[in-house]
């Protein structure tokens, strides 16, 4: 059954509104000597239940995730640590999912980072070209 927020719930709300409008979430893989490894990421939300993030295809994220896909996503908290919110699931590597520069929305959700890091989204495309698709199985936090 897939995964899917309760628009009731305070929580799940307050969630989703942080899914579709932070910039910055948290996705740690585990190395194969079983060492966490966080990493802040950009990310796109569909709406549902999958998060996709772009990532250079010869990173240790993607080897980490070859072998083991099960990863959590979590956000920032607020300065007194309310706001807890991490995803568990699975992520993989999907060349059906668009580049970044031509899936709906990332451009304008990142165009203040990227120029920030005076870059443009068709450099980014070529240089985070491995498309990664996490699927949200659990959430948990207050």
């Not at 966490?36 to 980490?64: C, E, H, L, T």
């Not at 203040?112 to 005076?118: F, H, K, N």
């Not at 068709?122 to 659990?138: G, N, Y």
Request: with cysteine; hydrophobic share 40%; aromatic share 10%.
């Amino acid at each position: 059954m897939p995964f899917t927020l309760d628009p009731t719930s305070k929580f799940e709300s307050r969630v989703a509104d942080q899914l579709q409008h932070e910039i910055i979430i948290w996705l740690t893989t585990v190395t194969q000597e079983g060492q966490p490894q966080p990493n802040p990421v950009w990310f796109m939300w569909d709406g549902a239940d999958r998060i996709i993030i772009y990532s250079k295809p010869d990173s240790a994220r993607i080897r980490n995730i070859a072998a083991n896909p099960k990863v959590s996503l979590n956000f920032d908290t607020d300065a007194r640590g309310d706001m807890c919110a991490v995803l568990t699931g699975t992520i993989a590597v999907d060349e059906k999912i668009p580049a970044c520069n031509q899936l709906p929305g990332y451009a304008g959700k990142y165009h203040a980072g990227l120029v920030q890091i005076d870059t443009d989204i068709d450099k980014m495309a070529a240089e985070f070209s491995a498309p990664l698709v996490f699927t949200i199985e659990k959430l948990r936090g207050f």
